[in-house]
């Protein structure tokens, strides 16, 4: 018995050092201006994101949360719970609303419309 609870409590000793070592990793920054997304390839959410930003010249980081351990491990890290999720700068953005993520690039520093593009132009 005394084995079987050693086995428990070094196993959630070893997920509690995975978990923060993984928010250490995911979490904004103070002061960063960087965006990361985490994405999957079949979500339009994600496309439309990703294009924009193309569109923009504004340098991204993506993570695949489905093909990748940095993708699985940030949505972990950041309490994902549908994709996509931005970091962009200080902030952490879950889910797509181009006016919220809009208000985050031009409070990273980055240059966009003050408006996003509407979905009619896809």
Not at 27 to 51: E, F, H, N
Not at 88 to 103: C, F, L, S
Request: proline share 5%; aromatic share 10%; hydrophobic share 40%.
């Amino acid at each position: 018995m005394k084995k079987l609870l050693f086995i428990i409590l070094i196993a959630v000793v070893i997920l509690f050092s995975v978990d923060r070592l993984a928010a250490h990793l995911h979490q904004p920054k103070q002061g960063s201006t960087d965006v990361v997304i985490y994405t999957t390839a079949w979500c339009p959410y994600c496309t439309v994101l990703r294009t924009t930003l193309n569109q923009y010249d504004i340098p991204f980081t993506e993570y695949d949360t489905e093909k990748s351990i940095q993708g699985l491990t940030g949505y972990w890290a950041l309490r994902g719970r549908g994709v996509p999720i931005s970091v962009i700068g200080e902030e952490v953005i879950h889910g797509y609303d181009g006016q919220i993520i809009t208000d985050a690039l031009v409070g990273a520093g980055h240059e966009i419309a003050p408006k996003w593009p509407s979905d009619e132009t896809q």
